[in-house]
């Protein structure tokens, strides 16, 4: 949520950070602006809507400067307008932030009473203030800085320059991530080290609670204990075209058409393709686990509802799915030796960050499966499982779903060995079917063609269903999640054997329903009668079924539009099959002229509450 940029240089630094805010702005997207320092006075330019107004405004009002911060906002405290876009200043300070100030009206209301006057409904103005009054007192910079951050709470990454201290930049880090970038006489910094990729490849990942100094030429860094400290410097490396759309209209295709090649990377990284075993492993016990608690967010979470199927039916353990959201808050009882499992793409949503933090408190055995190596979910749990997605830019998530379901494919293997529930032929047929995914989805894709007849259909609907069963159940929420978050089509996912005990009244001819029902799946017959159910009520139905389900609904008399798919195992169904959901949105939210990359109220990187 929102995005930070800063470079500190020699030189004039706007053009690049320009270029730096525009990878940042799948973090959020209400407005964005600059501030730079040229001549000893600060110059700030802030617009409202996408970095391309604030292109436009910099056309016409340039500014320059060889220091510079800069910000794309995701709404939290105070509606997206100018006066509430960042970067805050006042003649003394510039800031940008990222995150929650939660005491910041006790903060404001002491700052009014000493005069200060606010302009902005931020949280964030506090700190321009806080920072002022501590500067009018007589402290150096760092001592403002130290002394701020001891009156803040709350989530906050922060960048801060002076107009009277034109070499300085300050950056602290607390729940909000931060980076800072090392090159040759400049120093950047930015919510991510993709923002600075075109800089420098060589970059300090903050700790939680760390602040520092940085000029063109020099950084320190300093723990929560205010101690000088050194954190190592790591190497990343981006290809260029991970964060370009390339051939694509859109970077949710591009990243769609990359599952194959997701997929089979995170497979070369997990099975042993000639012992036809899993090569994962966790330092997690899991024959003593009595329980497995996973917890996620958005589509992360329908993988790990996915999971749940897969380890009750092959690794034979209890478990619970929960919303981090709900879980960090409710009283959930932890079993001695008990596994929880977090799972997300960008390793920093907030919730499942805690709800991970909580586990960790309650003595749990923690694993997380990220696609961010040095996120702060990376950081903190036991176990890392990484995906390898390659970044997601598109805020809808789909090859990150994918890659998820991948590696919790070959963890559930690991567990049911660990558990003694899964016999070394049984674990060869198991990673037998899941290589064949990447050929599956491939072949899944094919069906591009016919999704965009079926778009048409939902297209003019106000309202979809999904349907499935068993692992397909959640792979129909997400179907309806993807729907919901870049077509703004109203949709729900449930599961078929529910429909009657309510949904079943909303059904008429104007509800198109996709049913996931591949024929491989226990669950067939009764998912076919649930389709005879909505067909008899009038309802357009969508079937996602492989030849033999096609055959049935035609020995049925079901008048459904099919999208063939592959026959595959019921084990990699789910993969298979969440990827027509994803281009079903796609191409409806594409008719409809919808912002696919960037949907309204959206943002990739949830890091507030
Ligand atoms: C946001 C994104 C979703 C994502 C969810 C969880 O809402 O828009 O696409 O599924 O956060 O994110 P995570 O990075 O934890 O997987």
Same mark, same amino acid.
């Given at each position: 949520m929102c995005g930070i940029v800063g470079i500190n240089s020699f030189e004039n630094v706007v053009p690049r950070i320009m270029d730096?805010?525009?990878?940042?702005?799948?973090?959020?997207?209400?407005?964005?602006?600059?501030?730079?320092?040229?001549?000893?006075?600060?110059?700030?330019?802030?617009?409202?809507?996408?970095?391309?107004?604030?292109?436009?405004?910099?056309?016409?009002?340039?500014?320059?400067?060889?220091?510079?911060?800069?910000?794309?906002?995701?709404?939290?405290?105070?509606?997206?307008?100018?006066?509430?876009?960042?970067?805050?200043?006042?003649?003394?300070?510039?800031?940008?932030?990222?995150?929650?100030?939660?005491?910041?009206?006790?903060?404001?209301?002491?700052l009014q009473q000493k005069g200060y006057v606010f302009n902005s409904q931020t949280d964030t103005e506090v700190v321009v203030h806080l920072f002022t009054d501590y500067l009018k007192q007589g402290k150096t910079p760092l001592e403002c800085l130290q002394s701020l951050l001891g009156d803040i709470v709350g989530a906050f990454a922060l960048a801060i320059i002076l107009r009277q201290f034109p070499d300085l930049m300050l950056v602290a880090r607390k729940g909000s991530p931060l980076v800072i970038g090392i090159g040759k006489d400049e120093m950047y910094i930015g919510s991510d080290a993709l923002a600075l990729s075109d800089w420098t490849n060589q970059v300090i990942y903050l700790e939680d609670g760390d602040y520092a100094e940085l000029t063109a030429k020099s950084y320190q860094i300093y723990d929560v204990a205010?101690?000088?400290?050194?954190?190592?410097?790591?190497?990343?490396?981006?290809?260029?075209?991970?964060?370009?759309?390339?051939?694509?209209?859109?970077?949710?295709?591009?990243? *769609?058409?990359?599952?194959?090649?997701?997929? $089979?990377? !995170?497979?070369?990284?997990?099975?042993?393709?000639?012992?036809? %075993?899993? &090569?994962?492993?966790?330092?997690?016990?899991?024959?003593?686990?009595?329980?497995?608690?996973?917890?996620?967010?958005?589509?992360?979470?329908?993988?790990?509802?996915?999971?749940?199927?897969?380890?009750?039916?092959?690794?034979?353990?209890?478990?619970?799915?929960?919303?981090?959201?709900?879980?960090?808050?409710?009283?959930?009882?932890?079993?001695?030796?008990? *596994?929880?499992?977090?799972?997300?793409?960008? $390793?920093? !949503?907030?919730?499942?960050?805690?709800?991970?933090?909580?586990? %960790?408190? &309650?003595?749990?055995?923690?694993?997380?499966?990220?696609?961010?190596?040095?996120s702060s979910i990376a950081r903190t749990a036991q176990d890392v499982l990484l995906t390898y997605a390659g970044p997601e830019i598109g805020v809808a998530s789909t090859k990150a779903f994918t890659a998820q379901l991948t590696v919790l494919a070959n963890l559930v293997i690991y567990a049911a060995k660990q558990r003694g529930h899964l016999t070394q032929s049984q674990e060869k047929a198991l990673v037998t079917e899941l290589m064949t995914a990447p050929g599956l989805v491939m072949t899944a894709l094919q069906t591009e063609t016919d999704i965009h007849q079926v778009a048409l259909v939902l297209e003019k609907a106000q309202d979809v269903l999904f349907l499935g069963r068993g692992t397909n159940f959640p792979v129909a929420l997400e179907g309806a999640l993807k729907l919901k978050e870049?077509?703004?089509?109203?949709?729900?996912?449930?599961?078929?054997?529910?429909?009657?005990?309510?949904?079943?009244?909303?059904?008429?001819?104007?509800?198109?329903v996709v049913v996931n029902i591949p024929a491989t799946d226990v669950w067939f017959e009764k998912t076919l009668s649930n389709v005879q159910e909505v067909a008899a009520r009038g309802a357009k139905t969508i079937c996602l079924t492989d030849a033999k389900g096609q055959k049935a609904l035609e020995a049925n008399h079901i008048d459904s539009l099919v999208l063939k798919m592959p026959t595959c195992s019921s084990f990699v169904a789910p993969i298979v099959y969440a990827v027509p959901m994803q281009l079903l949105a796609y191409h409806t939210a594409v008719l409809r002229g919808t912002d696919v990359d960037q949907p309204r109220n959206l943002a990739k990187s949830v890091t507030v509450e």
């Amino acid at each position: 949520m929102c995005g930070i940029v800063g470079i500190n240089s020699f030189e004039n630094v706007v053009p690049r950070i320009m270029d730096g805010l525009s990878r940042l702005e799948y973090r959020g997207y209400d407005s964005a602006g600059i501030a730079t320092i040229d001549h000893g006075q600060f110059q700030v330019r802030r617009a409202v809507g996408k970095l391309q107004s604030l292109r436009d405004l910099l056309q016409h009002h340039p500014v320059q400067g060889n220091v510079g911060i800069a910000h794309t906002r995701w709404a939290t405290h105070g509606v997206p307008n100018q006066t509430n876009a960042h970067p805050h200043s006042n003649e003394y300070v510039a800031v940008v932030h990222n995150g929650i100030i939660e005491n910041h009206a006790e903060l404001r209301a002491g700052l009014q009473q000493k005069g200060y006057v606010f302009n902005s409904q931020t949280d964030t103005e506090v700190v321009v203030h806080l920072f002022t009054d501590y500067l009018k007192q007589g402290k150096t910079p760092l001592e403002c800085l130290q002394s701020l951050l001891g009156d803040i709470v709350g989530a906050f990454a922060l960048a801060i320059i002076l107009r009277q201290f034109p070499d300085l930049m300050l950056v602290a880090r607390k729940g909000s991530p931060l980076v800072i970038g090392i090159g040759k006489d400049e120093m950047y910094i930015g919510s991510d080290a993709l923002a600075l990729s075109d800089w420098t490849n060589q970059v300090i990942y903050l700790e939680d609670g760390d602040y520092a100094e940085l000029t063109a030429k020099s950084y320190q860094i300093y723990d929560v204990a205010h101690q000088a400290i050194s954190r190592p410097i790591k190497v990343v490396e981006f290809k260029a075209d991970a964060v370009a759309k390339g051939s694509y209209a859109h970077f949710m295709q591009k990243e *769609i058409f990359e599952q194959p090649m997701v997929i $089979g990377k !995170t497979l070369q990284q997990y099975v042993d393709s000639e012992a036809l %075993a899993t &090569k994962l492993s966790t330092t997690a016990d899991w024959m003593a686990a009595p329980k497995l608690s996973i917890v996620a967010c958005g589509t992360s979470y329908y993988a790990g509802m996915v999971a749940k199927y897969w380890f009750e039916t092959y690794a034979k353990i209890s478990v619970e799915v929960d919303i981090a959201s709900e879980f960090r808050y409710r009283d959930p009882v932890f079993l001695e030796e008990g *596994i929880t499992l977090v799972i997300s793409q960008s $390793g920093e !949503t907030i919730d499942t960050l805690m709800a991970l933090t909580l586990a %960790a408190e &309650k003595g749990q055995q923690t694993v997380a499966i990220v696609n961010v190596p040095e996120s702060s979910i990376a950081r903190t749990a036991q176990d890392v499982l990484l995906t390898y997605a390659g970044p997601e830019i598109g805020v809808a998530s789909t090859k990150a779903f994918t890659a998820q379901l991948t590696v919790l494919a070959n963890l559930v293997i690991y567990a049911a060995k660990q558990r003694g529930h899964l016999t070394q032929s049984q674990e060869k047929a198991l990673v037998t079917e899941l290589m064949t995914a990447p050929g599956l989805v491939m072949t899944a894709l094919q069906t591009e063609t016919d999704i965009h007849q079926v778009a048409l259909v939902l297209e003019k609907a106000q309202d979809v269903l999904f349907l499935g069963r068993g692992t397909n159940f959640p792979v129909a929420l997400e179907g309806a999640l993807k729907l919901k978050e870049i077509s703004y089509i109203h949709a729900e996912g449930y599961a078929a054997g529910e429909l009657k005990h309510g949904p079943i009244a909303l059904i008429d001819n104007t509800v198109p329903v996709v049913v996931n029902i591949p024929a491989t799946d226990v669950w067939f017959e009764k998912t076919l009668s649930n389709v005879q159910e909505v067909a008899a009520r009038g309802a357009k139905t969508i079937c996602l079924t492989d030849a033999k389900g096609q055959k049935a609904l035609e020995a049925n008399h079901i008048d459904s539009l099919v999208l063939k798919m592959p026959t595959c195992s019921s084990f990699v169904a789910p993969i298979v099959y969440a990827v027509p959901m994803q281009l079903l949105a796609y191409h409806t939210a594409v008719l409809r002229g919808t912002d696919v990359d960037q949907p309204r109220n959206l943002a990739k990187s949830v890091t507030v509450e």
